[in-house]
């Protein structure tokens, strides 16, 4: 049992380049998240979705597209990275449809546009 | 004003300390206050819960919420250096579709 898990771990992109960041978790669970993690703000939620095919905007949506696979996996992809989108990437995943206060992180990604 | 505020330290204590770490929120609406922790280059993992007002304990650790001053805490005891973290807390209201997380603060406990 796995968890989430993430790849790549570790990513370094030029401006403009695009790339899709991949999830995947073996827990049965309905809900996944996407967040990003930046210095002093915390993590802050870029899209959600409750359930296979489902999506919703987050807090930090723009410059960034989802999918949802399936129940157990969920992308998120940079059409054209820029150097503020330079972050750690979070997964997520939940029991519930809809948010849930117990939520399962995967390990990240570092991202880092230049 | 961000919806949740948290001192991000460091705070540094020796082994066997009572650490307190604490968060400010807005939105009364708020139901659900959780403390994540966080490794050094790891994902979150929930360290504990707490549904509306009171306090709930686990072992060295105790979740408080405060409703009418819209504060959170968490408090350990015997800290160890194993405790040595990014703490989080984060706030969730039902109906909701969004966590909302504080910045983190960081705890050193030295041997």
């Known amino acids: 049992n796995a968890g989430v898990t993430q790849t790549p771990k570790f990513q370094v992109l030029k401006t403009g380049q695009s790339m899709t960041l991949q999830c995947a978790q073996d827990?049965?669970?309905?809900?996944m998240y996407w967040y990003r993690q930046d210095p002093g703000m915390g993590l802050r939620l870029i899209y959600y979705?409750?359930?296979?095919?489902?999506?919703d905007k987050g807090e930090v949506p723009n410059g960034y597209n989802v999918s949802r696979l399936n129940k157990r996996e969920f992308s998120l992809r940079l059409e054209s990275a820029a150097p503020s989108q330079t972050s750690v990437y979070f997964c997520?995943?939940?029991?519930?449809?809809?948010?849930?206060?117990?939520?399962?992180f995967g390990p990240g990604t570092r991202l880092t546009v230049t | 004003q961000k919806e949740v505020e948290q001192d991000p330290g460091p705070l540094s204590v020796p082994e066997g300390a009572i650490v307190s770490l604490n968060c400010t929120y807005s939105?009364?609406?708020?139901?659900?206050f959780m403390w994540y922790r966080q490794y050094s280059r790891k994902g979150p993992e929930l360290l504990m819960y707490?549904?509306?007002?009171g306090n709930k304990e686990d072992g060295r650790f105790t979740a408080q919420v405060d409703k009418s001053s819209k504060y959170i805490s968490l408090f350990i005891r015997d800290s160890q250096p194993s405790d040595s973290a990014t703490y989080l807390c984060?706030?969730?209201?039902?109906?909701?579709?969004?966590?909302?997380f504080g910045a983190g603060t960081r705890l050193f406990v030295k041997a």
């Open positions: 984060a706030t969730l209201n039902t109906g909701g579709f969004k966590t909302i």
């Open positions: 979705s409750a359930s296979e095919g489902t999506t």
């Open positions: 997520a995943s939940s029991r519930d449809r809809g948010v849930s206060y117990e939520q399962y």
């Open positions: 707490t549904y509306s007002s």
């Open positions: 827990m049965n669970h309905n809900s």
């Open positions: 939105n009364s609406a708020f139901q659900y």
